[in-house]
């Protein structure tokens, strides 16, 4: 026996008999005295309702006529809480109480109600409702690591509450679609530059505050109004600087200014890469179009002319795909505090956000954090004098110009002691040149940018008949090297001596059997 009393009684037939006692209570009626029931409770407002953590309570009104010992308020998200569910502990015995809800998902709603305890069980108040309040900070700690080339890995400070997140990833800082960019129309007002019908080189800002620069230019000549027109030469083009937000089609309207024929070619370039070759411009008005690009980030635009006749251009256009998103990285829903971010260019500039996310809530955006991948694109070399034309024997023994193009999307060209340079040699493979361009872009230039240089005199030995190779270079500030190689011919101008490859019959002797086989003339020895 623990706790109580033990009486020990005797009958009148010698038995004895024991009655065990373990509580006796004193009432003032018989009914106050055996009525025993489980805990009145009633539930009391919730109040400082906040992202994870809500206060609440109760009022044990009533024991029961038992003691109480535990009470509280139990919630969950759907139905009728039990102290199965959520709960607090907050005491024991009759009166008012607190509790204090906590780990909350912001954004979500929760029923809720008091109860208290004692030895019959557990009882209940009545159920209310509320919604946990939303975000009200957001995600922070945003950085960068690593950045490569075409991929970076982009990592956050967890933010209390959250139950994933959603990123964006961009080409603009604004994160809006970037759609019609704009239009280059050639107001003559705004290029100025000179004597309207002279071939100069012409350098103006437009109305988007775009740089552009043509060479061998004049802007007499009309289509939509005032047009540009390329003089048929060697070295006329057409140029902008860098331009934002990305391309996926160009347009150009084109015309022949001057002289006859339909075949006249001219050549588009995105970033120093031919977009478009041999589009034929002659009488007739018309819009070239070329769709389909992908060029995120910052672009350049440059226009080619053949040289046959002259180009007439207008409106010039440019336009994306209206959104400005990387693909796949528009709201992306993420578990952790991290994602890695791929399928990018090398040498753009990416634009990157953060939210946290519940199933009934979103924070604000972050602050806006850039990264540029790693330039992992050498320098582009194009249009050069050399590329498929034909000189003459007497041309190379005297030497001549070496021109073309360059440029670079990333850190920009290097203009460095011994780039870009360029090596020409001769159809037996002798190295007749090899010099530094003496024209070349200051170091980090980007735009596409003219490349010039001259070799010769070539010594007479050296100078011989056929296919010649020019080997040209540049490198990047980053170390990224380019080369490229062009061919020209080199033919017999019938009037100095030349051979063919390794040809033993030189000079003179060779030219008089030629003579001799060309109008049957009776060879003579040199003596």
């Given at each position: 026996?623990?706790?109580?009393?033990?009486?020990?009684?005797?009958?009148?037939?010698?038995?004895i008999g024991r009655v065990y006692?373990?509580?006796?209570?004193?009432?003032?009626?018989?009914?106050?005295?055996?009525?025993?029931?489980?805990?009145?409770?009633?539930?009391?407002?919730?109040?400082?309702?906040?992202?994870?953590?809500?206060?609440?309570?109760?009022?044990?009104?009533?024991?029961?006529?038992?003691?109480?010992?535990?009470?509280?308020?139990?919630?969950?998200?759907?139905?009728?809480?039990?102290?199965?569910?959520?709960?607090?502990?907050?005491?024991?015995?009759?009166?008012?109480?607190?509790?204090?809800?906590?780990?909350?998902?912001?954004?979500?709603?929760?029923?809720?109600?008091?109860?208290?305890?004692?030895?019959?069980?557990?009882?209940?108040?009545?159920?209310?409702?509320?919604?946990?309040?939303?975000?009200?900070?957001?995600?922070?700690?945003?950085?960068?690591?690593?950045?490569?080339?075409?991929?970076?890995?982009?990592?956050?400070?967890?933010?209390?509450?959250?139950?994933?997140?959603?990123?964006?990833?961009?080409?603009?800082?604004?994160?809006?679609?970037?759609?019609?960019?704009?239009?280059?129309?050639?107001?003559?007002?705004?290029?100025?530059?000179?004597?309207?019908?002279?071939?100069?080189?012409?350098?103006?800002?437009n109305a988007n505050g775009i740089?552009?620069?043509?060479?061998?230019?004049?802007?007499?000549?009309?289509?939509?109004?005032?047009?540009?027109?390329?003089?048929?030469?060697?070295?006329?083009?057409?140029?902008?600087?860098?331009?934002?937000?990305?391309?996926?089609?160009?347009?150009?309207?084109?015309?022949?200014?001057?002289?006859?024929?339909?075949?006249?070619?001219?050549?588009?370039?995105v970033n120093g890469t031919k977009?478009?070759?041999?589009?034929?411009?002659?009488?007739?008005?018309?819009?070239?179009?070329?769709?389909?690009?992908?060029?995120?980030?910052?672009?350049?635009?440059?226009?080619?002319?053949?040289?046959?006749?002259?180009?007439?251009?207008?409106?010039?256009?440019?336009?994306?795909?209206?959104?400005?998103?990387?693909?796949?990285?528009?709201?992306?829903?993420?578990?952790?505090?991290?994602?890695?971010?791929?399928?990018?260019?090398?040498?753009?500039?990416?634009?990157?956000?953060?939210?946290?996310?519940?199933?009934?809530?979103?924070?604000?955006?972050?602050?806006?954090?850039?990264?540029?991948?790693?330039?992992?694109?050498?320098?582009?070399?194009?249009?050069?004098?050399?590329?498929?034309?034909?000189?003459?024997?007497?041309?190379?023994?005297?030497?001549?110009?070496?021109?073309?193009?360059?440029?670079?999307?990333?850190?920009?060209?290097?203009?460095?002691?011994?780039?870009?340079?360029?090596?020409?040699?001769?159809?037996?493979?002798?190295?007749?040149?090899?010099?530094?361009?003496?024209?070349?872009?200051?170091?980090?230039?980007?735009?596409?940018?003219?490349?010039?240089?001259?070799?010769?005199?070539?010594?007479?030995?050296?100078?011989?008949?056929?296919?010649?190779?020019?080997?040209?270079?540049?490198?990047?500030?980053?170390?990224?090297?380019?080369?490229?190689?062009?061919?020209?011919?080199?033919?017999?101008?019938?009037?100095?001596?030349?051979?063919?490859?390794?040809?033993?019959?030189?000079?003179?002797?060779?030219?008089?059997?030629?003579?001799?086989?060309?109008?049957?003339?009776?060879?003579?020895?040199?003596?």
């Open positions: 026996m623990i706790d109580g009393i033990m009486l020990i009684g005797g009958a009148d037939v010698g038995t006692f373990d509580e006796i209570r004193v009432a003032k009626s018989w009914a106050d005295l055996v009525d025993r029931h489980l805990p009145t409770v009633l539930a009391r407002p919730i109040s400082s309702i906040l992202e994870t953590t809500a206060s609440a309570g109760g009022d044990v009104m009533s024991d029961g006529g038992l003691t109480v010992t535990n009470r509280g308020v139990v919630w969950t998200t759907n139905g009728t809480p039990t102290i199965a569910d959520s709960a607090t502990s907050d005491g024991t015995g009759l009166g008012i109480y607190a509790s204090s809800l906590t780990g909350l998902v912001p954004g979500q709603t929760y029923f809720v109600r008091a109860y208290a305890q004692n030895a019959l069980g557990i009882s209940y108040g009545d159920v209310s409702n509320f919604t946990a309040a939303c975000f009200s900070s957001v995600v922070t700690g945003l950085y960068v690591n690593p950045t490569n080339t075409t991929d970076f890995t982009l990592h956050w400070s967890p933010l209390v509450g959250a139950t994933g997140y959603g990123v964006d990833v961009s080409i603009s800082p604004t994160f809006g679609g970037v759609g019609n960019y704009g239009v280059e129309p050639f107001g003559r007002g705004i290029i100025g530059g000179g004597t309207v019908s002279s071939y100069l080189t012409r350098d103006w800002t740089v552009w620069t043509a060479e061998k230019a004049r802007t007499d000549q009309t289509i939509d109004g005032d047009a540009l027109t390329l003089q048929n030469a060697s070295g006329a083009y057409l140029v902008s600087q860098s331009i934002t937000g990305g391309v996926s089609e160009l347009r150009v309207t084109h015309q022949r200014a001057f002289g006859s024929g339909e075949a006249h070619t001219f050549d588009i370039f977009v478009a070759t041999n589009i034929t411009y002659g009488s007739a008005i018309q819009t070239a179009v070329v769709q389909n690009l992908n060029f995120p980030g910052s672009f350049t635009i440059m226009i080619t002319n053949s040289g046959s006749e002259r180009l007439s251009i207008d409106d010039v256009t440019w336009t994306n795909s209206g959104s400005s998103y990387v693909s796949g990285y528009e709201d992306r829903s993420v578990a952790g505090t991290s994602v890695s971010v791929t399928g990018l260019e090398s040498a753009v500039t990416y634009y990157y956000r953060v939210r946290a996310t519940t199933p009934n809530c979103v924070s604000d955006n972050s602050t806006t954090g850039s990264v540029t991948t790693k330039d992992g694109v050498a320098p582009s070399l194009f249009g050069f004098n050399l590329d498929g034309g034909t000189n003459t024997d007497a041309q190379i023994r005297v030497g001549f110009s070496v021109t073309g193009m360059v440029s670079d999307v990333g850190a920009g060209v290097s203009n460095g002691p011994a780039t870009p340079y360029f090596v020409i040699r001769n159809s037996v493979g002798v190295t007749i040149a090899s010099n530094k361009f003496s024209t070349a872009p200051a170091n980090g230039t980007t735009a596409p940018s003219a490349l010039a240089g001259t070799f010769g005199p070539v010594p007479q030995a050296n100078v011989v008949l056929g296919i010649y190779t020019a080997t040209v270079s540049a490198v990047d500030l980053t170390g990224n090297a380019v080369t490229s190689n062009f061919v020209f011919t080199v033919i017999d101008d019938d009037v100095d001596p030349a051979r063919v490859g390794n040809d033993p019959c030189p000079g003179r002797e060779r030219w008089r059997l030629a003579r001799h086989a060309n109008f049957n003339w009776r060879h003579k020895s040199d003596g």
